[in-house]
């Protein structure tokens, strides 16, 4: 049986910050930033935004490209690391303002920036098994770095939505191969009570990404029996800008496969629906009936979930129904300076308890 994705959407906010602004409050140089990391700007929720929010607007978009009656769908499932309650779902709020409830699985999933991935293996394993039609995946952050931390250039808000289901004429990518590689590496934590993040410095690297991401890569292609020439498109996790294109050297993907994804960590997106916000970008732009996408998220603690994809026809039909994420990215776009985006972020507590 064939199963895939039959809908999916992103949202981005509209305001941002770019790396300049930040690098001038804490006397960074920018053209370091840049070159280094390859991050120019990054998203930032509006005050009225949140996870909730932004599950919602990428959850529209994808019962758009699906076609189908919201009271169908058997599951929702968010991926985040910045739930707006700490008890409480979001899900339950996306599915209610979305016309699902009451007779649908929720449950919020937490594994840091993997967190949207891992929603998307368990509702595609849902459908596969034959115990629902569809299910909805989705991987939505508004994440935050500390003031002065590496974090504040690429820690971003966006998120991506993805419907599967097992009707061969709704399919747009069918999902051929998945894979999971996880390990006890404790490269980036928050604790209960903490505001912030905290990571190992260049410990996030070489033994947390690399090793996940590069293994998780090289296993479901040997499983598939595949090599990157015969792979169109490959979309890694994105921390910063040189991270993927490493990633993909590693696993023997040219610059320009890795295109698609790569551009949009110039948003700073990091965060759980950072790789499928990649996928995303490269359905919406660069895929073809027939191609296949390699994609491989990674989440701190840590691990990785791969999926190989293969583009139907059907994405020539549901590309243009509702905006793309170059779209969002490219279009209208709000400036702040380091005081509104602090003021924004909730960085000054004006309550000296909190």
Request: aromatic share 12%; charged share 20%.
């Amino acid at each position: 049986m064939a199963v895939g994705i039959i809908g999916y959407g992103a949202y981005v906010p509209r305001y941002r910050i770019k790396a300049e602004e930040i690098a001038a409050q804490w006397g960074d140089d920018p053209e370091v930033i840049k070159r280094g990391l390859l991050l120019y700007e990054k998203t930032v929720p509006n005050q009225d935004e949140d996870t909730v929010t932004i599950a919602y607007q990428a959850a529209k978009y994808a019962l758009v490209r699906a076609g189908i009656d919201p009271k169908e769908i058997g599951a929702i499932y968010i991926g985040s690391e910045s739930h707006p309650y700490a008890v409480k779902p979001s899900g339950t709020i996306v599915a209610e303002a979305l016309g699902m409830t009451p007779e649908i699985h929720i449950a919020d999933y937490e594994f840091a920036c993997k967190a949207g991935a891992e929603a998307m293996f368990v509702c595609y394993s849902h459908v596969k098994s034959g115990n629902m039609k569809y299910a909805m995946a989705i991987g939505a952050d508004t994440s935050q770095g500390a003031p002065a931390d590496a974090l504040e250039y690429s820690a971003a808000a966006g998120g991506s939505a993805f419907i599967f289901g097992s009707d061969e004429e709704k399919i747009i990518a069918e999902v051929l191969y998945t894979y999971s590689f996880t390990t006890d590496t404790p490269d980036f934590w928050r604790r209960e009570h903490q505001m912030y993040p905290q990571h190992g410095g260049r410990f996030t690297g070489e033994p947390a990404y690399f090793k996940h991401v590069v293994s998780a890569g090289r296993n479901i292609m040997e499983m598939a029996g595949l090599t990157a020439k015969d792979i169109q498109w490959a979309v890694f996790h994105m921390p910063n800008g040189k991270f993927p294109l490493r990633a993909g050297q590693k696993l023997g993907f040219k610059k320009e496969q890795i295109e698609p994804g790569w551009v949009v960590p110039w948003q700073g997106n990091t965060y759980s629906g950072a790789s499928p916000n990649g996928l995303t970008a490269t359905l919406d732009s660069a895929a073809k009936p027939g191609d296949l996408i390699l994609m491989v998220s990674f989440g701190s603690g840590a691990g990785s979930d791969s999926f190989i994809f293969r583009v139907t026809e059907r994405i020539n039909e549901v590309r243009d129904m509702v905006p793309k994420l170059w779209d969002l990215i490219h279009g209208r776009k709000f400036y702040l300076t380091y005081g509104q985006y602090a003021k924004f972020r909730g960085k000054i507590h004006l309550n000296p308890d909190v």
